[in-house]
């Protein structure tokens, strides 16, 4: 009898050693509970903005600085130690990162599907004109002409993990499309950290998943094209409505300048060399990932209105919304039939006119 109760009192005893960490685990977790957060700040030359339900009730984002840095460090142009740079010195022992060869594979197949309207060896060209990483030139046909020969994404491809210029003369800009695959790289951040619902929105280009703090789909304003470059005169002419993937837009209503009574914008065309000259204000692009849509919002601005309605109806995964310029010289738009279930309840399609 007395040996039976040992061996109970040793069983229980034994139990209680096993069980004893897994209470010590209980008692000591944290009582978290999930809380929208709002955050923003600079970067890439302007300003971002993360909403995002935290899952522990705190900041998940102690490390974005590095990972904006280590961005930076691939893709900026203004940044003289970033993989880009070095390349566009030709140095020959660069071996690129994923950042880089992320954008560049998807550059490759956006310039193939628009016949080179997008093309991140318009570097040269877009220097010239004062809108890239160098001082502008005083442009002249037979300048445009010569920064032709260094101009075309064919010139240019990834092998072993290193780039192959065709010729010296080359150089690459990813402003066009580094922007909007930011926005992913912290979507992607975010989600690592547990995230479910968030909006990522660095300088107008946005990623979206789940709701917003009060349960519904995430609002996305679109801007009237125009002509502002300090940004204080911002108004909408529509508002969208999304619970996942990404929008970006493209534009010459900030970036410009006049020159000889001439307007120029950033917008460079990559097959005449020359600045954009359309009806075309704004096109407004709905993809999967942001870096899709930010190279097809940019080729669509060089394309103007009437190639790009019959490119994006192609295109699969794609719907646009133009803004543009009617024969009255009135702002006009125009939009595929897919990016109708993006107003708000099927409500009025302009909400602002």
């Known amino acids: 009898m007395h040996k039976k109760r040992y061996v109970i009192i040793f069983i229980c005893v034994c139990l209680g050693i096993l069980l004893l960490p897994k209470l010590k685990q209980v008692e000591r977790k944290p009582n978290y509970r999930p809380r929208y957060m709002v955050e923003t700040g600079r970067v890439h030359g302007t300003m971002y903005k993360l909403s995002y339900e935290s899952p522990i009730g705190t900041s998940v ?5 590095s990972l904006f840095h280590a961005f930076d460090l691939s893709l900026s142009t203004f940044n003289d130690s970033s993989i880009i740079s070095r390349i566009n010195r030709n140095d020959t022992t660069v071996v690129v990162d994923d950042f880089f060869s992320s954008v560049f594979s998807t550059a490759v197949e956006v310039s193939k599907n628009t016949d080179g309207a997008f093309d991140m060896t318009v570097a040269p060209l877009v220097n010239a004109w004062g809108f890239g990483f160098k001082k502008k030139e005083n442009v002249t046909p037979q300048l445009v002409d010569s920064l032709l020969h260094h101009v075309g994404y064919e010139k240019v491809k990834l092998e072993n993990g290193r780039l192959i210029k065709s010729d010296p003369g080359i150089m690459l800009d990813a402003s ?12 992607r951040f975010l989600e690592s950290k547990g995230v479910k619902n968030y909006m990522v929105d660095i300088g107008g280009e946005v990623v979206v998943k789940g709701q917003n703090p ?4 995430w609002s996305i304003g679109i801007e009237k094209p125009i002509d502002d470059s300090t940004m204080i005169h911002q108004e909408l002419k529509c508002t969208i409505y999304m619970n996942g993937w990404a929008v970006a837009t493209s534009g010459n ?11 120029y914008s950033h917008t460079i065309n990559p097959h ?5 000259s359309h009806n075309l204000l704004s096109a407004t692009v709905i993809a999967p990932d942001c870096k899709t849509a930010d190279a097809y919002a940019t080729a669509f601005m060089v394309l103007g209105l009437e190639e790009s309605l019959i490119l994006v109806n192609c295109l699969p995964n794609l719907e646009a919304y133009f803004i543009y310029e009617n024969e ?15 107003f708000h309840s099927g409500a009025e399609k302009d909400t602002v006119q």
């Open 176 to 187: 066009a499309i580094a922007k909007g695959y930011s926005c992913d790289v912290v979507a």
């Open 214 to 217: 009060r349960g519904q789909k």
């Open 272 to 276: 005449t060399g020359y600045p954009v």
């Open 253 to 263: 209503y900030r970036q410009f300048y006049h020159q000889g009574g001439k307007k």
């Open 61 to 65: 984002t102690s490390s974005l600085d």
């Open 328 to 342: 009255m010289g009135e702002m006009s738009v125009q939009y595929t039939e897919g990016f109708e279930k993006y």
